[in-house]
């Protein structure tokens, strides 16, 4: 996929540019503002984009996810407080809770892959990604094959 | 009257003598007049004898009394009842007092109603501390709400600072792991590259406590199982080994903030090593359990992948991990293998 990153940490960013390259996808282009995604997004059109909440120009992260969400670009919200995030998610699949965990991160962008392409099958939501409606928590004993979908 | 009850008469001198005031009054005669008045009452009203008898004690009305407290009193005694009213009267001298007021008639033999007796009892000093009782309690209240609002300013503001250093912990932690991520990147050599995936991992272990801290509504405790279910089911999906499957017996085990990060520690090196050993070989089932037994918090990992020989090196690096985080809680770690299975047991006191 060609991907925008949004984020204003520039280690972050960089290093979110080589894991997604490491895993086979091209980067469309970094914004670390709002100014700067809008212009991205303007000139081209990502097939998917990791949105941060908090930015150069303060929290207008969600702006950006609205705009995204509005032309059909699926998004999820990088951030390290999802409280910022409205009810609705601005549209987004999901959220990636900072600080995220390379096992984390690789489980959630092979369920967003995925589910992008359209092939979901069998596979359910990591935990590392926060979804707009939460299934409840599992409680108790449960033999778990993590590749099969939750009951 | 007086000649009824002469000097000497042991209820005349009572009436007489008393400090409470009284008066008799006669619904025979016409206006129902004071027919008899102690000193008493003259020292309360400022009215002598002399210009009370025969005169209505409506005497001691006036503009501030209270027309319902009148009325009632002039039912009671159209109905023959006793009644017992507060109202403020008027002295000689225009002065006003509270007076806590009893009416009552009094009978003849037959039953029939022959005198009123009313007594008076001043208490406007009570009035008076009633009035700045609650001119008191308005003032406290005003403070209290004044408090209230400078603390609730105080919370807000500790509350900002709170999520703004939450959120520059949480970009800190996550800056060192790309760090880390990038010199491995750029590492040619192999050795270099684990070395620092081997940090990398148990510094992620720190981060999630960080981040699952602050995400429970109450920011001091942190859930081990939430905890144990991400590591594991992440470590799992990230693997991509289908042939490793969960089994997760996990109860809500919550402890206080200081004990996270060694906690968090532990439950990766466990999940970790069953994985590392689990990852060369045909998969296998790897349980975890967290709960609460008997006073302590019990993490236990058992996998049956089949025992093989791991890397020395990360190994030790491992079990000091794993040691050093467990003497931080006074926990105690168990290692049992019976054939394929193994099981690593850790115990800590739940104080």
């Known amino acids: 996929m060609n991907i925008l990153i949004v984020e204003d940490e520039v280690l972050l960013a960089m290093e979110l540019e080589s894991e997604l390259e490491a895993a086979g996808h091209s980067i469309l282009g970094v914004a670390m503002s709002r100014g700067d995604a809008f212009a991205i997004v303007e000139a081209t059109r990502p097939d998917f984009a990791f949105v941060d909440i908090h930015l150069k120009d303060g929290p207008s992260g969600v702006d950006v996810g609205r705009r995204l969400a509005s032309i059909g670009v699926p998004y999820v919200f990088m951030t390290g407080n999802l409280k910022r995030i409205p009810d609705d998610f601005a549209g987004a699949i999901g959220a990636i809770e900072k600080p995220y965990s390379v096992n984390g991160f690789r489980h959630a962008l092979s369920y967003l892959v995925k589910r992008v392409r359209g092939d979901l099958a069998d596979t359910v939501a990591p935990p590392s990604l926060v979804l707009p409606v939460q299934p409840s928590e599992q409680e108790g004993s449960a033999v778990m094959d993590v590749w099969k979908t939750r009951a | ?351």
């Open chain 2, 1 to 351: 009257m007086l000649a009824e009850h002469s000097v000497g008469d042991p209820f005349a001198d009572a009436f007489r003598h008393t400090r409470m005031p009284m008066i008799i009054t006669d619904p025979a005669q016409q206006d129902n007049p004071i027919i008899f008045s102690n000193a008493a009452f003259s020292k309360l009203t400022g009215y002598g004898q002399d210009e009370l008898i025969g005169r209505n004690c409506r005497i001691l009305q006036g503009p501030d009394t209270d027309p319902d407290s009148v009325t009632a009193i002039r039912h009671a005694i159209a109905a023959e009842e006793s009644i017992s009213v507060d109202l403020l009267n008027y002295r000689k001298n225009g002065t006003t007092f509270w007076n806590a007021l009893f009416v009552s008639p009094v009978r003849s033999a037959s039953g029939e109603v022959r005198y009123f007796f009313a007594s008076q009892l001043d208490f406007t000093h009570i009035k008076n501390r009633e009035v700045d009782l609650a001119a008191a309690r308005t003032k406290a209240e005003s403070e209290v709400a004044r408090r209230t609002a400078q603390l609730e300013h105080a919370l807000e503001a500790k509350t900002v600072l709170v999520h703004e250093v939450d959120h520059r912990v949480k970009n800190n932690l996550h800056s060192v792991a790309s760090l880390l991520k990038l010199k491995s990147r750029m590492s040619e050599s192999s050795v270099a590259k684990a070395a620092l995936a081997s940090v990398l991992e148990r510094i992620e272990a720190i981060s999630t406590v960080q981040r699952k801290l602050f995400t429970t509504d109450d920011v001091a405790n942190f859930d081990v199982a939430a905890f144990a279910r991400d590591i594991a089911v992440d470590m799992v999906g990230a693997s991509g080994r289908k042939d490793v499957k969960l089994d997760l017996q996990l109860f809500p085990v919550v402890i206080p903030a200081p004990k996270a990060s060694p906690l968090a520690l532990i439950v990766n090196e466990l999940i970790g090593d069953a994985m590392r050993r689990g990852l060369r070989d045909g998969g296998g089932t790897i349980s975890v359990m967290v709960k609460r037994l008997n006073g302590h918090f019990v993490i236990e990992v058992s996998d049956d992948v089949e025992p093989v020989p791991v890397d020395p090196e990360e190994d030790g690096f491992s079990r000091i991990v794993l040691e050093a985080s467990a003497r931080q809680l006074d926990a105690s770690i168990d290692r049992k293998q019976h054939g394929r299975k193994t099981t690593v047991r850790v115990q800590l006191p739940v104080k």
